[in-house]
Structure formats: C-alpha cells, structure tokens
C-alpha cells in the first residue's frame, strides 16, 4: 500500500539534527521533496544515526529495510543515507514518541525481530498474514517459519494459518487482565445481573472476534471466569439473594423435580411468585448454573437428577434403536414434551437421529 509518511532509520552528520529537516529523498533513482521530523538517537554510541518520521511530497510504495539517500536543496553531495523501518507511520503526539523510537529500535533487528516488533506493536488487535506481507519483503513462506519459531519461544500466539494471524503473547495476557478488571467492575455496577453479554464485552474491546473468543476460552479454562446463559462472570461471582428469593429458588426446583414446571408457563410462574420477568430469568439461570435444572429447545425445564434418570433407562434398556412411541412409554411423557426431549438428548450425544428412530450411542 502506498503512504506518504514512514519511518526510517538515517545516518547524517549531527549538525543536520534539528526539529525538521527539508531535503530531497532520493530513491530508486528519483528526488522527491520531503520533510524529516527527528524523534531522537538511534545509536547512543553512534553519532549521527537518528530515527526519523518522513513526510514525502507524494505517496510511495516501501518496504521495511528499504535504502534511500538524503540530498539538501540547492547544495551538491549526499547528506546522508537511510533505511525504511516502519514503511506504514502516521503523525503521533509527543507523548507516545518513546513508544514509537522503542519499536523503531526492535526494527533494526533481523527478519524474525521484525515480525516481532510489528505483532508486540499492534497490541491486542493482532497482525494478519496480509499486513506482513505489505510491510516487508518476506515471502509467505519466509513469515510462517519465523512466526512459528517466534510461537516455540513463547513470544507469539498463531491464531490462524491459512492465512496467518498472530498476536504476541503479552498482549494476549495484558487482555486477559483488561477482561477480569472489566468484568469486576461490572459486577459492582451490576450485582443483580449473572454476568455481561458477549456483545458488550465485544463492544468494550472492539476485537477480532477469534482473538476475544481466544481470551474467554483461556480464562475459562484457568478458572477465572464462567459462562452463564450467555453471559460471562468472574468465575467467584455469586448474586446475592434474599432470604425470600432463596425460599423461592427451593421450591422452582422442587417443582421442576415433581414435574410441574411442564404444565405451567413462564408466565404462571411469575405471577405465582411475584416476579418480573428479569428477576425470574435469573433465578432460572441460577438453577441451571448450579446444575439443579437442565433447559431443552423452546423453554423446556427438567430437573438434572430426572434427566439423569431417563438417560440412565435409556442406557440401559437394552435397545440400539428408539421410536417416539418407546420413548413416551419410558417417560409418561406426552409427545409435545417427548419431543423436545428427544432433541435435547441428542443434543448431548446420548442419541442420535435416524430419520424416524433415535440411535441409541
């Protein structure tokens, strides 16, 4: 992609250091007209070596490591000589100059630095394969090779090969940490509510969907948070109840175990508790988070200790096939229940469908 403004890496005599510098930026045999901005020393024990930002009268095609040479207007002779480092820059304020020179400093390592440099300084948006491939020289081949040596030391996460796409490793950490705090902070604005959506924390970090689906998966694992009906909490989060709502959460689940949750509608069990509709979703989540209660397709609620019984007689009937008809018979089940049920069964791997028959697995 062609851009007007780049950094580089330029050796020029100390005396040509000053806030900027109007020259001619000589490269692939054409003088352009340009503006040299100093950010600071390359070198601090090589005199003359500066890092630079560069404005060009027109937009160019570079790559890192490019070699260019400095001409002053109106005087003969080369001033200097340099090389592109970060061929894709923009105009930063002052404070996040030392940032930029620390980057620029890691780009004046070999390949394998750079694709570190370029990954460590995207943070936790990650690098595709495209953008390397934009920014340097290097064949496709050439990238995955580094990129997976770079991964053996433990410095980058390859999130995708085909194409690639990586992130560095403290940036995936510094995330993890970012959604802990985020999710604190939520449970103490919101400690009525089991957890925040996916589509909140995905709008609060505005990330790659594989990058964040990465980050919960891994703080999952690790114990740090737990999925609720869609919604993400710290893993120690537990709302606070009433002495009341507690009585009331006993006895939804007694009714689920006699049954009774499947005659009587979501409405019914409002009314007969008193609740709105949000206060009663959460107590239904809480059952089904503590694993007293399982839900099926359309609202469908069984008691996990029921359901465990019927995929225990299933087990156990000595069939490999199972027809609707069976299977009411099993359970005393009506068919607008039997089915629902059958698909929830499949849904665990306990059945699989046939076309009129369940395979019993």
Same mark, same amino acid.
């Given at each position: 992609?062609?851009?007007?403004?780049?950094?580089?890496?330029?050796?020029?005599?100390?005396?040509?250091?000053?806030?900027?510098?109007?020259?001619?930026?000589?490269?692939?045999?054409?003088?352009?007209?340009?503006?040299?901005?100093?950010?600071?020393?390359?070198?601090?024990?090589?005199?003359?070596?500066?890092?630079?930002?560069?404005?060009?009268?027109?937009?160019?095609?570079?790559?890192?490591?490019?070699?260019?040479?400095?001409?002053?207007?109106?005087?003969?002779?080369?001033?200097?000589?340099?090389?592109?480092?970060?061929?894709?820059?923009?105009?930063?304020?002052?404070?996040?100059?030392?940032?930029?020179?620390?980057?620029?400093?890691?780009?004046?390592?070999?390949?394998?630095?750079?694709?570190?440099?370029?990954?460590?300084?995207?943070?936790?948006?990650?690098?595709?394969?495209?953008?390397?491939?934009?920014?340097?020289?290097?064949?496709?081949?050439?990238?995955?090779?580094?990129?997976?040596?770079?991964?053996?030391?433990?410095?980058?996460?390859?999130?995708?090969?085909?194409?690639?796409?990586?992130?560095?490793?403290?940036?995936?950490?510094?995330?993890?940490?970012?959604?802990?705090?985020?999710?604190?902070?939520?449970?103490?604005?919101?400690?009525?509510?089991?957890?925040?959506?996916?589509?909140?924390?995905?709008?609060?970090?505005?990330?790659?969907?594989?990058?964040?689906?990465?980050?919960?998966?891994?703080?999952?694992?690790?114990?740090?948070?737990?999925?609720?009906?869609?919604?993400?909490?710290?893993?120690?989060?537990?709302? =606070? #109840? @009433?002495? !009341?709502? $507690?009585? /009331?959460?006993?006895?939804?689940?007694?009714?689920? &175990?006699?049954?009774?949750?499947?005659?009587?509608?979501?409405?019914?069990?409002?009314?007969?508790?008193?609740?709105?509709?949000?206060?009663?979703?959460?107590?239904? =989540? #809480? @059952?089904? !988070?503590? $694993?007293? /209660?399982?839900?099926?397709?359309?609202?469908?609620? &069984?008691?996990?200790?029921?359901?465990?019984?019927?995929?225990?007689?299933?087990?156990?009937?000595?069939?490999?096939?199972?027809?609707?008809?069976?299977?009411?018979?099993?359970?005393?089940?009506?068919? $607008?229940?039997?089915?629902?049920?059958?698909?929830?069964?499949?849904?665990?791997?306990?059945?699989?469908?046939?076309?009129?028959?369940?395979?019993?697995?």
């Amino acid at each position: 992609m062609e851009n007007s403004c780049f950094d580089a890496v330029i050796d020029v005599p100390p005396s040509a250091e000053k806030q900027t510098l109007n020259a001619l930026l000589c490269i692939r045999g054409t003088k352009i007209p340009a503006s040299f901005f100093f950010y600071g020393q390359a070198k601090e024990e090589g005199k003359g070596h500066f890092f630079v930002m560069v404005q060009s009268s027109q937009p160019l095609l570079l790559r890192w490591m490019d070699r260019f040479e400095i001409e002053e207007k109106g005087k003969l002779g080369i001033l200097g000589k340099g090389k592109v480092l970060n061929p894709l820059s923009e105009k930063i304020p002052p404070k996040k100059i030392k940032k930029r020179e620390n980057f620029l400093r890691q780009l004046l390592g070999d390949e394998k630095q750079m694709i570190f440099a370029v990954v460590h300084y995207r943070g936790i948006h990650g690098v595709t394969e495209r953008e390397i491939i934009s920014y340097s020289p290097l064949s496709r081949e050439s990238i995955l090779r580094f990129s997976q040596g770079l991964e053996a030391e433990g410095k980058i996460r390859i999130l995708a090969f085909s194409p690639l796409f990586l992130l560095s490793q403290a940036s995936f950490e510094f995330l993890c940490e970012q959604i802990i705090a985020f999710l604190s902070r939520f449970h103490k604005k919101h400690p009525d509510e089991l957890g925040a959506s996916f589509a909140r924390i995905q709008k609060r970090f505005d990330l790659n969907p594989r990058i964040l689906s990465l980050a919960l998966r891994y703080l999952s694992r690790e114990a740090k948070i737990k999925e609720i009906e869609n919604r993400v909490a710290l893993f120690d989060f537990e709302i =606070s #109840l @009433l002495p !009341e709502e $507690k009585e /009331i959460l006993n006895q939804m689940e007694e009714m689920c &175990l006699k049954g009774e949750f499947q005659a009587v509608s979501l409405k019914y069990l409002k009314e007969y508790f008193n609740l709105s509709t949000k206060k009663l979703n959460v107590m239904l =989540s #809480l @059952l089904i !988070e503590r $694993k007293k /209660i399982v839900q099926g397709k359309d609202g469908f609620f &069984l008691h996990s200790r029921w359901l465990e019984e019927i995929i225990s007689k299933v087990r156990n009937s000595g069939k490999k096939e199972l027809t609707v008809s069976d299977f009411k018979k099993m359970t005393g089940l009506t068919r $607008k229940y039997v089915i629902p049920l059958l698909e929830l069964l499949d849904q665990m791997g306990i059945t699989r469908r046939r076309g009129a028959i369940r395979e019993i697995l």
